[in-house]
C-alpha cells in the first residue's frame, strides 16, 4: 500500500539561481516530486531542472511534460539522461502532445503514435539496443546509440493525457498519467475507467499506473486574494480545460465571454466572470485550509499524486513556504481510495 505523494510544479521564467532555492526549500517541507512544465515559449525546463538537481538530494525531478513535436526523441533521451546522471537517478520522463504550437508554425500530426514511437526510440537508446527501430514516424538506424554515458535504462514515464485514448496509451505503457489543469476529484475516477481499457490490453492492473493531478494553487492567509489571483490565472487557460472535463458544468456562453477578454489582455476582468465553484474544479486557491481540504479529496478519490502548480502563492517563495508549514500538515496521505501497489 502506497500512500499519496505532493509535488509542486513550476513554471519556467525565473533567474538562474531561483528554481534552487525553492527546489531546497520544497524538500526540507517534504514534497515528494518537483515537476517544471514545458510550456510554449519559457526557458526549456532542462536549465531550472538541472539547477534544482544539484541543489536536492531526495525528491524526485523531471519536466512535465516535453513533445516530440519541437524536440527529437533523442534529443528527449538526451535531456533525460542528462538529468538522471545529474540526480544520481531521481529523474522521471514527462511527455505529452503539447499545446499551442501551431503559434510556431509546428504542426501535430498522429500524437498517439508519435507519443508512443518516442518512448520506445528513448528507451531503447538509455538501455543502448543497437539493433534500431523503424517506426511509423520515428526511426533508429541499426547501431544508432548514445555516446556517452546514462544512469538508468528506464527511468518513469509519465504521460499528460485528458482523453479517452491518451489515458489508454497510459494505461498500456506509462507508470503515471497526468491531468494537468484539474483540482477535479471526480476526474480521478473518470481517468481511472480510461486508464484501465489500455491496462487491460497490456495485461496490466489499472492500479499499476499513478494518477496525478495537478493545477494553478494560489494559497495565502489572505484567502481572498488568493482566489482573485487563481480566477487570473485560471482564465487564461479556462476554455482549453473545461472542455476537456465532462464532470463540468459550465454556465452558457462563459467561457466564450471569457476568451474575449483574454484575448484582449483583460485577465483580471475575466477571472471575474468564473464562479467559485468552477474554479475550483480548475485551481487550489484560498487560505491553508480551503487549499489543504481541495488537496485531501483529491487524495480521497485515489489521486496518487496531488502537484501544486504555479505561481503557488502571491509570490513564489511565500506561497512554497505556505504549502509545506500549512497545507502539508492538514493532509491524511494513507491510501483509503486508490488501488494497492
Known sequence: MTVAEIGLGLQSDKRAGDYARLARRAEEHGFDVLSVFGDLMY??????LLEMAAATEQVRLGAACLNPYSLAPYEIAGQLASLDLASRGRAYLGLARGTWLGAVGIAQPRPLTALEETVEVVYRLLAGDTEGFQGKMFRLARGARLRYPVHRPRPPLLLGAWGPRGAALAGRIADEIKVGGSANPAMVGVIRERVAAGAAQAGREPGEIGIVLGAVTVVDTDGAAARARAR?????????????????????????????LVDAGQDVAAGRLIPDDLLDLF?????PEQVAAQAQALIDAGAHRVEFGTPHGLTDDRGVDLLGTAVLPLLDRSPRGRPAG
Open 43 to 48: 526557458q526549456p525546463p532542462i536549465f531550472p
Open 283 to 287: 485551481a487550489f486557491s484560498g487560505t
Open 232 to 260: 487570473s490565472e485560471v482564465a487564461m487557460y479556462l476554455a482549453v480545460v473545461a472542455d476537456l472535463d465532462p464532470t463540468a458544468e459550465v454556465p452558457g456562453d462563459l467561457l466564450d465571454r471569457v476568451k474575449v
